[in-house]
C-alpha cells in the first residue's frame, strides 16, 4: 500500500505494536484480522500523507494510480510464472484502494463486510473498486492474449 | 440483453447474485455466443482463478523480533507472565481454595461444640460476662469431652483458614523475586 520497502515494514511493526496496545478494544466476537488489517491499513495512509507522497505520487486516498513500486518490482522478479508476473505489474497499477481490495478479498479470502471495515468504507464501495479493478484486469489480460496470439501467428 | 450489460454481469465477478437467476442464464448465454463478450468472459474465469494465487510477500525474519523490542520501549514496566506458571482458572492463588472452607467449616464445628455441649456439674467450666450490670454466662464447655475436643479442633480449622486467607492477600499484593516471566522465543 505504502509501495516502499522501508516504509512497509515501518507500518508493519507499528500495527503490530499497535495492536498489542490496543488489544482492550478487540472485540473477541469478532475475527482478529480484519480488526489488524484496518489498523495497519490506517497506518499505512497515514505514513503516506507524513511522507509527502500525496501530490508526487498517491494521495492519502484511495482513489490514485501510479507506477509499481520498488518493492513490488522486488517482488515481480520472483515470480517466475510469466502471465502471474503480468498479473501482478497490472495489480500494482491498480488505485490504491481497488489494489488493497484485490488483494484482501482474492488473496486472503476476507469478505467484502470485513474488507469495508478494514479500509474504513462501505460494501458497497469495497463491490465497486472490485468491479473497476476486475474491468481493468480482465482488458490488460484480454490485449495481452490478443498481443500474444497476433506474435505467434 | 447487450453487451455493454453483459460484460458489466461478467466484471461483477461474484456479485452477480440480487440478479434472478433467469436474467444471469440469459446473460451467460448471450457471453457463450457473442463474439465480443465470449472472450471476455473466459479472461474474467481465468482472472478469478489467478488472482486467487497471488503471492503473498513472507515476513522479514526478524519481524517478531524487532516487534518485541518495540512493545519492550513501549511499555517497560509491563509485569509479563509465564503461560505455564499462570494460577489456574477456578483457583484464586494457584492451588485449590480450600481456605474459605476451611475458615467456614472450622466455625461451623466450634459452633456446633458450644451449641450441644451441655453444662455438666463441677466438670464445666464456665464463664461469665458482666455486662452493664448484668451477668451473662456465655458457653459453657467441657474442656476434656468430646465436645471440648471438637471446639478447639473447630477453632483451629477456622484459624488456619484466616490465615491462609491473610497470607495469601499478602503474597498476591507484593512482588515477589520468583514471579513468573514471560522470555521472547
Redesign the interface.
Known amino acids: 500500500m505504502v509501495r516502499h520497502p522501508g516504509g512497509a ?1 515501518e507500518v ?2 507499528d500495527a ?2 499497535r495492536a ?2 490496543h488489544l482492550h478494544q478487540y472485540d473477541d466476537h469478532r475475527p482478529f484480522y480484519p480488526w489488524l488489517a484496518s489498523i495497519a491499513v490506517r497506518l499505512g495512509q497515514n505514513w503516506l500523507r507524513r511522507h509527502g507522497q500525496t501530490a508526487r505520487r498517491e494521495s492519502a486516498s484511495l482513489d490514485s494510480t501510479c507506477e509499481p513500486s520498488e518493492a513490488e518490482n522486488v ?1 515481480t522478479s ?2 517466475t510464472d510469466e ?2 508476473r503480468r ?2 505489474q497490472a ?1 500494482a497499477t491498480l488505485p490504491s484502494g481497488e489494489r488493497t481490495a ?2 484482501l478479498y ?2 486472503d479470502d476476507l469478505t ?1 463486510t470485513d474488507i469495508a471495515r478494514a479500509l474504513g468504507v462501505t460494501t458497497g464501495t469495497i ?1 465497486t473498486f ?2 473497476r479493478a ?2 481493468h ?2 482488458g490488460r ?2 490485449a495481452e ?1 490478443t498481443r500474444h496470439r497476433e506474435t505467434s501467428t | 440483453m447487450t453487451c455493454q450489460h453483459v460484460l458489466g454481469l461478467i466484471d461483477a465477478g461474484p456479485f452477480v447474485s440480487d440478479y434472478p437467476p433467469a436474467h444471469l442464464e440469459a446473460a451467460w448465454q448471450h457471453a457463450r455466443q457473442c463474439i465480443t463478450c465470449s472472450p471476455a468472459l473466459r479472461a474474467s474465469t481465468a482472472l478469478t482463478a489467478e488472482l486467487a494465487a497471488l503471492p503473498g510477500l513472507a515476513p522479514p525474519a526478524d519481524l517478531a523480533a524487532a516487534v518485541l523490542k518495540r512493545i519492550a520501549l513501549v511499555e517497560p514496566a509491563t509485569p509479563v507472565l509465564d503461560a505455564a506458571r499462570m494460577p489456574q482458572a477456578g483457583t484464586r492463588f494457584g492451588g485449590p481454595d480450600w481456605s474459605a472452607w476451611s475458615t467456614v467449616l472450622g466455625g461451623v464445628l466450634a459452633g456446633l461444640a458450644i451449641v450441644f455441649s451441655a453444662p455438666l456439674g463441677s466438670a464445666s467450666v464456665g464463664f461469665g460476662l458482666r455486662l452493664r450490670g448484668m451477668a451473662v454466662d456465655s458457653a459453657m464447655m467441657l474442656p476434656t469431652t468430646t465436645g471440648g475436643l471438637v471446639f478447639v479442633v473447630g477453632l483451629a480449622i477456622y484459624a488456619a483458614g484466616l490465615l491462609a486467607l491473610v497470607g495469601g492477600e499478602a503474597d498476591h499484593d507484593s512482588p515477589s523475586h520468583d514471579e513468573p516471566r514471560l522470555v521472547a522465543k
Open positions: 515494514e508493519t511493526q503490530f505494536v498489542y496496545t517482488l520472483l515470480i502471465r502471474s498479473l501482478w495489480v484485490v488483494f482474492y488473496r467484502v463491490k472490485l468491479f476486475r474491468r484486469l480482465r489480460l484480454e492474449t
